[in-house]
């Protein structure tokens, strides 16, 4: 197999004195969905900000072989690891295109970046339609695929969700998956991490399993879906 794109060992991270993560070692490979699940205050979010190096942390951080630890965000942004946050953060008076191209803030490429907002808008036909209004009157599931299409339009390596079925309707979550296989399909790995674990388990090729700010189990989304202790900790069964 070839070397993974992001490589973490040994990684502790927290806020101040406060320690949240704890030995934490994860790999995800490229053409990956892989899916980071747990419960309130397992330290999913603290992860994905240690990996965007926006808090310290101490351990090994490696992204398409380049050592990320002495990096800026920017830097590690520029390198194509792309961070959608938790609670989606748009501009809610600028439009949708305004919010879109704020993804491609840092490209130069005229001619890539037209290309890129064409393809978010075939992803996501709503967008489109909805390109003049303000991103602040869409409906909280058109704010996620807001959101998402932001930041594919950084043109993005590896893609870190955050929390994605937070405040949305079951079947508004379904549609947003499928799009995730598809954006996966255009070559763009992804990190999803999710407390709706049976909607990341559907989607997700492996799994790993945060408790406590400690990786507890990993390995594919179907033997975990399986795990008795994920099954009672987790899906409620």
């Known amino acids: 197999m070839n070397q993974p794109l992001l490589i973490v060992k040994n990684l502790f991270a927290g806020y101040g004195e406060i320690p949240v993560l704890r030995n934490v070692e994860i790999e995800i490979h490229g053409g990956e969905i892989v899916a980071l699940v747990g419960n309130n205050g397992a330290g999913k979010t603290t992860l994905l900000r240690a990996l965007s190096r926006v808090i310290p942390c101490n351990g090994q951080i490696q992204f398409d072989g380049t050592e990320l630890n002495s990096l800026t ?79 594919l339009m950084a043109s993005p390596k590896l893609l870190m969700v955050d929390e994605m079925s937070l405040g949305l309707a079951p079947i508004v979550m379904h549609r947003l998956m499928k799009v995730l296989e598809e954006v996966r399909r255009t070559g763009v790995t992804i990190l999803l991490v999710e407390q709706d674990v049976f909607a990341a388990f559907e989607v997700a090729d492996r799994a790993y399993v945060l408790e406590n700010g400690a990786v507890v189990r990993e390995g594919p989304s179907a033997e975990l879906g399986k795990d008795p202790k994920v099954q009672q900790a987790y899906l409620g069964l």
């Open 73 to 151: 965000p920017d830097q590690v942004f520029n390198l194509g690891l792309v961070q959608i946050p938790e609670g989606r953060q748009l501009f809610d008076h600028m439009t949708v295109t305004d919010n879109l191209l704020m993804g491609a803030y840092v490209r130069r490429d005229k001619s890539g970046i037209q290309a890129a907002l064409d393809q978010v808008y075939s992803l996501f036909p709503i967008l489109r339609d909805r390109r003049g209004q303000f991103a602040g009157s869409l409906s909280g599931g058109e704010q996620q695929m807001c959101a998402i299409a932001r930041g």
